[in-house]
């Protein structure tokens, strides 16, 4: 026994690899990883950093060769110029000169209060659209065997690979026959139907893993599958229905596209919205700045709140057992 212990130590001594079994191989590991984090973070945040100390930035400050990295001259030029605008474009001008007597007389003709509305009525309702349906199919698919089915799962990841660009000229087809051009509708169907498959994955890893015996007990309590399914699986599938609606949400919030082609600047949502603000060499980047962080703010907020639930929805199908 005792010379099979001082063989395997023989051979590990042999075999051991500097890099994780001695202190400077992990020095030198730790380091490196330390590094790299230092280097994804710089890149990943750097951008965010720059719009912050842009939008505190004069315009003559902005426009200096090399530029500052801090804001010499702090300055809330830019956000006053985007709230002149919003009061401006949305019609407030005479309410705040009879209450406040402040005469508000903006170059900038952009109601930002009336993008994020927009924005908000597009992205909840997709989220919604995307939930109701992707939810109902993944249960189906789930719980229930047919013909096709793993041809349909498969085109559904399919359908993701695509980009939106792809598809372009036949939704622009299909949403001109059906009169719905230059609508929020248009987009609410589009997005929804674009984020729908994603729901299905997620909410199927759910479904699936899901206990047999609690199903089986709603159906000796009489419960019909609708019933079992509304009343037992959706409320117990909060956490990933949350993860769903924040996927769908986030990506009716940013897209560009869609929006920029199929509506006009009236009914703008954010990103095409925040586009307006870019006006060739007379761009004024600390009100683009500026706006976008206001336009971020809620967003923020709302994800803060929630985002417990969106990592415990996530990852409530990864494990079984």
């Given at each position: ?5 001082s ?8 075999n051991?690899s500097w ?5 400077a191989g992990t020095y ?27 939008a ?12 500052t990295?801090?804001?010499q001259d702090f ?10 605008s919003?009061?401006q474009a949305g ?7 009879d ?13 930002l209060?009336g ?8 992205a ?9 349906l ?11 065997e047919?013909?096709g089915?793993?041809?349909l799962m498969?085109?559904l990841?399919?359908?993701?690979m695509f980009?939106?660009?792809a598809?372009m000229?036949p ?5 001109s026959t ?7 509708l248009?987009?609410i169907?589009?997005?929804?139907a ?13 479904f ?12 000796i ?5 609708f019933e079992?399914?509304w009343y037992?699986?959706v409320p117990?599938a909060?956490?990933s229905?949350i ?6 949400f ?5 897209e560009?596209?869609f929006a920029l082609?199929?509506?006009d600047?009236?009914?703008?949502t954010?990103?095409p919205?925040?586009l ?6 007379n761009?004024q980047?600390n009100?683009v ?14 994800l803060?709140?929630i985002?417990?639930?969106?990592v ?9 057992g």
């Amino acid at each position: 026994m005792a010379q099979a212990d001082s063989t395997s130590t023989e051979e590990f001594a042999k075999n051991r690899s500097w890099l994780y079994d001695t202190a400077a191989g992990t020095y030198v590991r730790k380091a490196a990883i330390g590094l790299l984090t230092l280097v994804v973070a710089v890149f990943v945040l750097f951008p965010l950093y720059w719009m912050v100390v842009t939008a505190f930035k004069t315009t003559a400050e902005i426009q200096r060769i090399p530029p500052t990295v801090f804001p010499q001259d702090f300055s809330l030029e830019g956000f006053r110029l985007v709230v002149e605008s919003s009061i401006q474009a949305g019609g407030y001008s005479d309410l705040v000169n009879d209450v406040l007597g402040y005469t508000v007389t903006s170059a900038i003709d952009i109601d930002l209060l009336g993008l994020v509305v927009n924005s908000l009525k597009v992205a909840v309702g997709a989220g919604l659209i995307a939930v109701v349906l992707g939810t109902g199919a993944s249960y189906v698919l789930s719980r229930r065997e047919f013909p096709g089915k793993n041809l349909l799962m498969s085109l559904l990841l399919a359908s993701l690979m695509f980009p939106g660009t792809a598809i372009m000229v036949p939704e622009w087809e299909l949403i001109s026959t059906l009169g719905l051009f230059n609508t929020h509708l248009a987009l609410i169907l589009i997005y929804g139907a674009m984020t729908a498959p994603f729901v299905v994955w997620l909410m199927k890893g759910f479904f699936d893993d899901f206990p047999d015996s609690i199903i089986e007990a709603s159906r000796i309590d009489q419960c019909s599958a609708f019933e079992t399914f509304w009343y037992v699986l959706v409320p117990m599938a909060r956490n990933s229905l949350i993860a769903s609606f924040i996927f769908a949400f986030l990506l009716a919030w940013n897209e560009l596209v869609f929006a920029l082609t199929l509506l006009d600047n009236a009914k703008y949502t954010v990103p095409p919205g925040l586009l307006t603000f870019v006006q060739g060499f007379n761009t004024q980047w600390n009100v683009v700045a500026a706006a976008s962080i206001i336009v971020s703010i809620p967003v923020l907020a709302g994800l803060a709140y929630i985002q417990r639930y969106f990592v415990q929805g996530l990852t409530g199908g990864a494990i079984k057992g």
